[in-house]
């Protein structure tokens, strides 16, 4: 079936450039190429046990490979999508925001939540035992961030997006299953524009929405982090114990 979420137009103050907030053709009905990635396609290197996602010692682990790189997303538009959700459900969220921060947050609240929904209708059909192989549903502690300040919020926003967009990157590499790597190729671009527009509510006409702290000016690239350096970052906001100890 297929779920699409309708979005509002961006204001067009942020100009075309940064006009993007429309999901156009993710929807839970294309998890049907993820599920079909992992069956029997992976010859040359097939998955091993020890490496699926799962409890081990009394600790989920999020695997390695194709699957480990799913968890992994997983886990981290998890954290996306309840950051989100309690910006727009925030008391002070349809006063202290202002109309063009608010279309643009609760744009971004749809988008992670269908990219979190997303995974985890993928994984439910392609891991072998989803009942014990599924990250379990994460909790969050944001420690003292005022959920009604805008200054924190889009602080926190545009840490949160640069690191997706990085940890996207980084994680490219390790994807073996073409089918996988064409849609987290995907969700990235949206990532990046997520990020572009927090950039331009922070600082808006400005050059910071590909500031040269995130893109490479010597080879125009965006930065690309392993697992390893960028889950100590999003640890800080995950108080469910989990550990990555096959992923790089």
Do not use: W
């Amino acid at each position: 079936m297929k779920n699409e979420v309708k979005i509002q137009a961006v204001n067009p103050s942020l100009d075309s450039r940064r006009s993007f907030l429309k999901l156009s053709g993710l929807a839970l009905a294309s998890a049907s190429l993820l599920i079909a990635g992992c069956s029997d396609s992976d010859d040359d290197q097939p998955m091993q046990e020890d490496t699926l996602p799962g409890v081990r010692n009394g600790v989920f682990d999020l695997g390695s490979g194709d699957f480990g790189v799913l968890t992994y997303a997983y886990a981290l538009e998890q954290l996306e999508a309840d950051f989100y959700t309690k910006v727009v459900n925030a008391s002070s969220f349809n006063s202290a925001f202002s109309s063009l921060e608010r279309e643009v947050l609760t744009d971004l609240y749809h988008h992670e939540v269908v990219h979190r929904d997303f995974f985890k209708a993928a994984l439910t059909g392609a891991l072998p035992n989803p009942s014990t192989q599924l990250l379990p549903t994460l909790s969050f502690n944001y420690g003292s961030l005022n959920f009604n300040s805008p200054t924190e919020v889009l602080a926190t926003a545009k840490a949160l997006e640069d690191t997706g967009v990085a940890a996207y990157n980084g994680a490219g590499r390790l994807i073996k299953t073409a089918d996988y790597l064409l849609l987290a190729g995907k969700i990235v671009s949206v990532e990046a524009r997520h990020a572009s527009a927090i950039r331009s509510l922070i600082n808006p006409n400005s050059k910071d929405f590909a500031g040269d702290d995130i893109v490479n000016m010597s080879t125009g690239l965006d930065d690309a982090k392993d697992p390893s350096k960028i889950l100590p970052i999003a640890g800080g906001f995950i108080s469910t114990k989990f550990t990555a100890k096959y992923l790089p």
